[in-house]
């Protein structure tokens, strides 16, 4: 952090860029030394989970959290006790402290010790084994003469997004509940489109209060990251291009379909479509693109269903709910650390058992007949909504295309699914005899 911060210095950078100081910070302490070294802004996540409740026991990505703060389980959830005002609590504390040490230096605010290593100083043990580390290049202030050193841009400086002009123009909606289509034009440098229109249909209507496709947006063209994060029930997004990363990142309920244009000549299941990281801590809703996803699709995902027509590495990592579908080829480690949810996963090559990462997961063909209605039906409205030609290739062959889909589940929710996966034994028996 501190190289980092004397490198912009004498380049003459450091006033356009903001530094932040993260990792184990916990005390007042902590964040005034941070803003000694260079930082301007202060990760404090740890300490934070753990005035909420978190005890460390590291198994957030088990679905076995005793505490209830990182898990699906509502038994287990119904133990979580922590409050927003136990948050507000611990920070209201943490500026205290940095106040008084701030107050007996003689400053008056952070931004006055941000990058003023002079005063700090290492502290010697009078140990040799614990004094042969020298902190001097750290502690060294580069002389940057009349510059000043910190950051000096406007901390409001990402500009409005889409969702302002959707906002003015969905007026109808918030005035009287009117149904409504809006369409735009989009390109990469707007991100996070539809969060915000998201917030206020949540402060309006609620989470579920509108019916799916109440407010349908229409895009053309290629959207930044963050498309459709957090939208909730009631809002659709249809994109007529493609996606960058952390597409439908906390999905909480709308829906978002990304296919090509009609006019494209590109074959849909074999170019990308949407970038990595897609639904990443999604809890509900529905997602479909006519195309291959990146790397780490349907991360921690916990209730979403999505339909792609393949993905890269780490599919369904540390998935914990929902049902994820891919018509198509996956790369390596898919369904690492899944602990809860399904997917399934079209095998036309039969490479798929090479590239699963079976260490808390099962696969099996699709043998119940309700679990194939379950698919089936996703497919289907993923080429309704997409117009794909893989899935109605699929649909259209589905006696002999049914037998090479792969049901992945984790083997811990094998005797907690609503219905099983297996057919019962006896019938098993029966059918080979």
């Not at 290593?117 to 502690?139: C, E, K, M, W």
């Not at 053309?220 to 007529?240: C, K, P």
């Not at 996963?345 to 007949?369: L, P, W």
Request: net charge negative; glycine share 10%.
């Amino acid at each position: 952090l501190s190289e980092v911060h004397q490198v912009l210095t004498l380049n003459r950078l450091r006033h356009r860029v903001r530094l932040r100081a993260d990792g184990g910070i916990k005390t007042g302490r902590d964040i005034v030394i941070g803003a000694m070294l260079g930082a301007e802004e202060y990760g404090i996540g740890t300490t934070s989970l753990i005035a909420m409740g978190c005890i460390l026991v590291r198994q957030c990505h088990s679905n076995t959290c005793p505490v209830g703060v990182c898990t699906q389980d509502q038994r287990l959830r119904d133990k979580f006790v922590g409050t927003p005002e136990k948050v507000v609590n611990l920070f209201t504390f943490l500026a205290e402290e940095v106040r008084e040490i701030l107050a007996d230096l003689g400053m008056r605010t952070l931004d006055e010790v941000v990058g003023r290593t002079d005063l700090l100083h290492q502290v010697s043990r009078g140990n040799p084994y614990l004094d042969d580390l020298d902190l001097n290049p750290i502690l060294v202030r580069a002389d940057a003469g009349d510059y000043i050193a910190r950051c000096t841009v406007d901390r409001n400086i990402v500009p409005e997004t889409l969702d302002a002009q959707m906002i003015e123009d969905a007026e109808p909606l918030f005035r009287d509940g009117e149904k409504m289509q809006l369409a735009y034009n989009i390109r990469n440098t707007q991100r996070a489109i539809g969060a915000k229109i998201s917030s206020k249909i949540t402060r309006q209507f609620g989470m579920s209060s509108l019916q799916p496709g109440h407010l349908a947006l229409r895009l053309r063209g290629s959207a930044g990251q963050s498309l459709g994060a957090f939208a909730v029930q009631g809002l659709r997004i249809e994109v007529l291009g493609d996606a960058n990363d952390y597409c439908g990142k906390g999905l909480s309920g709308g829906t978002i379909v990304v296919r090509p244009p009609t006019s494209s000549p590109i074959v849909a299941s074999e170019n990308t479509i949407v970038g990595n990281v897609v639904l990443y801590g999604a809890t509900a809703g529905k997602f479909f693109a006519a195309g291959l996803a990146g790397d780490r699709f349907c991360v921690r995902n916990s209730g979403a269903a999505a339909v792609v027509e393949g993905c890269g590495s780490n599919g369904c990592e540390y998935m914990t709910g929902g049902t994820a579908v891919i018509l198509g080829p996956v790369e390596d480690n898919f369904g690492a650390g899944m602990t809860g949810g399904m997917a399934f996963v079209y095998d036309r090559d039969d490479t798929f058992r090479k590239r699963v990462n079976g260490d808390s997961i099962t696969i099996q063909r699709v043998e119940v007949d309700y679990w194939d209605e379950v698919l089936r039906e996703l497919i289907e409205e993923h080429t309704a909504a997409t117009n794909s030609a893989q899935g109605r290739h699929i649909l259209d062959n589905w006696d002999r295309c049914q037998p090479r889909f792969w049901q992945i589940v984790p083997r811990d929710m094998l005797d907690k699914l609503p219905h099983p996966v297996r057919q019962p034994e006896a019938e098993v028996v029966g059918a080979a005899e």
